[in-house]
């Protein structure tokens, strides 16, 4: 064989084996992971609003206390003086009843516009001590009911007259001082007459034991 039949058939036999090998590459799957970020594994992050919160009170913790004893008191005297007004036997005993209806409404509804200003939000009811006296003195009509709600209005206003100096030197909040220091001469009016009335009630009763005899 001549040199010039040898190159050319170890050429043809080169660039056939090309061929195939490019032909091969083609119709071989590419083995070579995807970079492409899975959709599945996509979070899509969540629009849903959240709850609005009930705003926080401003006051410290004493004036709140204050504000919320001063309002179940409140409403206590409110009842109690409606329930003098039905079962007193006194004249006496039933204007006293009806001033603290009138007065401690009044105070109330000062009351809740602070509290509202403020965002604290006050008792619904009387106190669960205030209950207890209001279904005692429920039971209770003519003499004895003036002399058990007396002796109560009375113990009941000095400790409101206490409680509302202490607010009215020791308040943080401007609004509550302001609040306990206009309402005090209220209570101290309340106090004599509750002091006076009580008194009015027992020198009735000795009147009555004295003519008995």
């Given at each position: 064989?001549?040199?010039?039949?040898?190159?050319?058939?170890?050429?043809?036999?080169?660039?056939?084996?090309?061929?195939?090998?490019?032909?091969?590459?083609?119709?071989?799957?590419?083995?070579?992971?995807?970079?492409?970020?899975?959709?599945?594994?996509?979070?899509?992050?969540?629009?849903?609003?959240?709850?609005?919160?009930?705003?926080?009170?401003?006051?410290?913790?004493?004036?709140?206390?204050?504000?919320?004893?001063?309002?179940?008191?409140?409403?206590?005297?409110?009842?109690?003086?409606?329930?003098?007004?039905?079962?007193?036997?006194?004249?006496?005993?039933?204007?006293?009843?009806?001033?603290?209806?009138?007065?401690?409404?009044?105070?109330?509804?000062?009351?809740?516009?602070?509290?509202?200003s403020k965002g604290l939000k006050l008792p619904a009811d009387m106190s669960a001590s205030d209950r207890r006296e209001y279904d005692k003195l429920q039971k209770k009509t003519g003499a004895d009911f003036d002399r058990e709600y007396m002796k109560e209005m009375v113990s009941d206003h000095k400790k409101d007259v206490k409680d509302f100096?202490?607010?009215?030197?020791?308040?943080?909040?401007?609004?509550?001082?302001?609040?306990?220091?206009?309402?005090?001469?209220?209570?101290?009016?309340?106090?004599?007459?509750?002091?006076?009335?009580?008194?009015?009630?027992?020198?009735?009763?000795?009147?009555?034991?004295?003519?008995?005899?």
């Amino acid at each position: 064989m001549s040199s010039k039949k040898l190159i050319h058939t170890a050429t043809v036999a080169a660039l056939a084996f090309g061929l195939s090998q490019a032909a091969f590459a083609q119709t071989t799957p590419s083995t070579t992971p995807s970079t492409a970020p899975s959709t599945k594994s996509m979070t899509t992050p969540s629009t849903a609003p959240n709850k609005p919160t009930a705003p926080a009170s401003n006051l410290s913790r004493g004036d709140q206390k204050f504000i919320e004893d001063a309002a179940a008191g409140g409403m206590a005297e409110v009842e109690l003086g409606k329930l003098a007004e039905q079962h007193g036997a006194s004249d006496q005993v039933k204007q006293f009843g009806k001033k603290m209806v009138e007065d401690h409404q009044k105070a109330n509804d000062q009351l809740k516009k602070i509290a509202e200003s403020k965002g604290l939000k006050l008792p619904a009811d009387m106190s669960a001590s205030d209950r207890r006296e209001y279904d005692k003195l429920q039971k209770k009509t003519g003499a004895d009911f003036d002399r058990e709600y007396m002796k109560e209005m009375v113990s009941d206003h000095k400790k409101d007259v206490k409680d509302f100096e202490s607010a009215a030197k020791k308040a943080d909040d401007a609004d509550v001082k302001n609040f306990a220091s206009t309402t005090l001469p209220t209570l101290h009016q309340h106090l004599d007459m509750a002091q006076q009335t009580e008194a009015a009630t027992k020198n009735e009763r000795n009147t009555k034991t004295s003519s008995a005899r």
